[in-house]
């Protein structure tokens, strides 16, 4: 079971990082390297697979939703911070 969720997972990610390749095609508005690429692989599949784990470790509902919800509201202030830096970190995007 936890191969076929991996499968999905991996699936999920690649085809969200299909979006941004694809529109690199049609526009100049989106200009990502392969360094934006593999950082944000990372990122959406450390979440996949931290979310995967939360429905296989935590049991109880209420649980699994508040750590689920911490863990997207995690995974979009860092992608905000990389992307335009608002919070003035060094990694900050421009």
């Given amino acids: ?3 076929n969720r991996s499968i999905k997972i991996v699936s999920a990610v690649a085809c969200l990082l299909l979006i941004p390749l694809i529109a690199m095609q049609y526009t100049d508005e989106v200009n990502w390297s392969a ?3 593999l950082i944000a692989a990372i990122l ?6 931290t979310f995967d784990l939360i429905l296989r470790k935590v049991k109880s509902t209420p649980y699994r939703i508040a750590f689920s919800i911490a863990l997207l509201v995690i995974l979009l202030l ?3 911070e990389l992307a335009v830096g608002i919070f003035g970190t060094p990694l900050a995007g421009h």
């Fill in 35 to 37: 360094f934006d690429f």
């Fill in 44 to 49: 959406l599949l450390g979440t996949g697979f």
């Fill in 78 to 80: 860092v992608w905000m």
């Fill in 1 to 3: 079971m936890k191969n």
